[in-house]
């Protein structure tokens, strides 16, 4: 699992749908059952708590995004809610059943195709450094410009193992975050910048 301290109040994790099975749970029954997921959750908190010293204590905002191969969870430490009010732990409760049953709705809708993207291209530079075979060898890459991001593609083979494709997003999660966007529209307004095999060109050009 990956842990992002965004700022102060902010703390970004992500968590591949592999690393949630091998803690335990099954991927569908943390959508289904409430306990469950409730249970991740706060694994997660304690880990980050254990592993980065930070603390959740007060009422905490939480935002779900599923993706293809995981999950990326936001929680924003808040003294009040927008109205001023103490949240309880019922509303707490409440907030993670609605942040993960929105981001379930969301995840029936996503791309076959997987976008990663920054702002700073040194962070790609970073990435090339420990992109090689063989984990890399099932994925084909190629990378665009657009809005002032970074955007980098990944199309699995089908012979792609899930385990393969899972290590493959962990190592770029650290480095990149995961786009909303989707590969239609970024390959039709954006800019491509390498068309292929990205990560042994910027090697080539960017050596460290």
């Known amino acids: 699992m990956k842990i992002e301290r965004v700022n102060d109040n902010t703390v970004k994790f992500f968590i591949t749908y592999t690393d949630i099975e091998r803690r335990g749970f099954a991927r569908d029954e943390i959508w289904y059952n409430r306990e469950r997921g409730e249970q991740l959750f706060w694994q997660m908190m304690d880990e980050a708590n254990e592993k980065e010293s930070i603390s959740f204590e007060g009422p905490l905002w939480i935002q779900v995004q599923a993706f293809e191969k995981g999950l990326e969870v ?29 981001a379930e709705e969301k995840e029936t809708e996503l791309s076959q195709d997987v976008l990663f993207e920054t ?18 060898e099932e994925v084909k890459t190629s990378l665009y410009q657009k809005d002032g991001l970074y955007l980098l593609h990944l199309h699995f083979k089908e012979e792609a193992e899930v385990e393969e494709q899972e290590n493959v997003m962990s190592l770029i999660a650290e480095y990149l975050s995961f786009s909303e966007q989707t590969i239609h529209p970024v390959a039709e307004y954006g800019k491509i910048i390498v068309p292929d095999d990205v990560f042994t060109f910027i090697r080539k050009h960017f050596p460290n």
């Open 74 to 102: 936001t929680v924003t430490i808040a003294k009040t809610t927008i109205d001023g009010e103490q949240v309880d732990e019922d509303e707490l409760d409440s907030l993670l059943r609605s942040a993960m049953s929105d």
């Open 119 to 136: 702002t700073d291209f040194e962070h790609i530079i970073a990435l090339s450094q420990y992109a090689e075979a063989p984990i890399f």
